[in-house]
Nanobody, 126 residues
């Protein structure tokens, strides 16, 4: 499975941005796809994940209500709509995929994901 992230960029605080992640190769309904981010000098952190088969989602508390993950099944693509962005949202955003239907409680664990995209930079600054 290959993951290709795109759509990063720069935006002012309070602005919005949408990033995408297209999956190619062996995908199925028994997948979980997620977004993680890593800011300079910090560890990678969980943002949101979705169980591909039933669409169940888990959001990190820091983004709940501001970020929305969605999917296009026909294109094997997931999207992350980010609204009301703060400077602390600045990071490289990585999409990830796991070949299993995770339970909600496992979705935030990065080492459960076998496949990772190359990352896309999101910068929130005035």
């Amino acid at each position: 499975v290959q993951l290709q992230a795109s759509g990063g960029g720069s935006v002012q605080p309070g602005g919005s941005l949408r990033i995408s992640c297209a999956a190619s190769g062996r995908t199925s309904s028994s997948f979980t796809m997620g977004w993680f981010r890593q800011a300079p000098g910090k560890e990678r952190e969980f943002v949101v994940a979705m169980r591909w088969g039933d669409g169940n989602l888990k959001y990190a508390a820091s983004v709940k209500g501001r970020f929305t993950m969605s999917r296009d099944r026909a294109k094997d693509t997931v999207y992350l709509q980010m609204n009301s962005l703060f400077p602390e949202d600045t990071a490289v955003y990585y999409c990830a995929a796991a070949e299993l239907n995770m339970i909600i409680g496992s979705m935030s664990t990065s080492n459960r994901y076998q496949y990772w995209g190359q990352g896309t930079q999101v910068t929130v600054s005035s």
